[in-house]
């Protein structure tokens, strides 16, 4: 895995929760590069977690709260993307409260993937299937 090129700290207050399989690292890379870049990482979805980075069979009940609670999800690609698209937050007289809100509102307007998580039902449908299975014509 290589680690995308993204300024340190651009996942600071944001805190992630991570289900499923992942085609180009593992759970436990995912969970390291988010907090490589200041990420927190937590094992279950409250009102508090910015957001559900799902992969390939999610587990349901995560799924199932991420709906409930509105979390945004992300794919593995939108996780990537987020942290290379990042920008460093000026740090000057803002308190860790002001970049963490700042920076949300950041990655909100940057994030094409940030509606609320599907039904458990649709949970495979939303997942890209992995790159060794291909639809026939």
């Known amino acids: ?12 207050g944001l805190k992630f929760v991570v289900t499923g399989e992942f085609s180009s690292m593992s759970r436990e890379q995912i969970t390291d590069l988010v907090r490589t870049f200041g990420g927190q990482v937590t094992g279950s979805v409250s009102g508090r977690t910015s957001f559900l ?10 799924v199932k709260k991420a709906k409930s609670c509105k979390t945004r999800c992300l794919y593995e690609d939108g996780l990537l993307a987020l ?8 740090q ?3 308190t860790a409260d002001d970049n963490a809100a700042s920076l949300e509102r950041k990655v909100r307007d940057q994030m094409t993937v940030s509606e609320p998580a599907p039904d458990a039902d649709e949970a495979t449908s939303m997942v890209a299937p992995p790159a060794s299975v291909k639809e026939e014509a």
């Not at 942290?83 to 000026?90: A, D, F």
């Open 92 to 94: 000057a007289d803002d």
């Open 53 to 62: 980075v799902v992969g390939d069979d999610p587990g349901s009940t995560k």
């Open 83 to 90: 942290i290379s698209r990042s920008k460093p937050v000026p």
């Open 1 to 12: 895995m290589a680690t995308p090129d993204g300024a340190p700290g651009c996942l600071e």
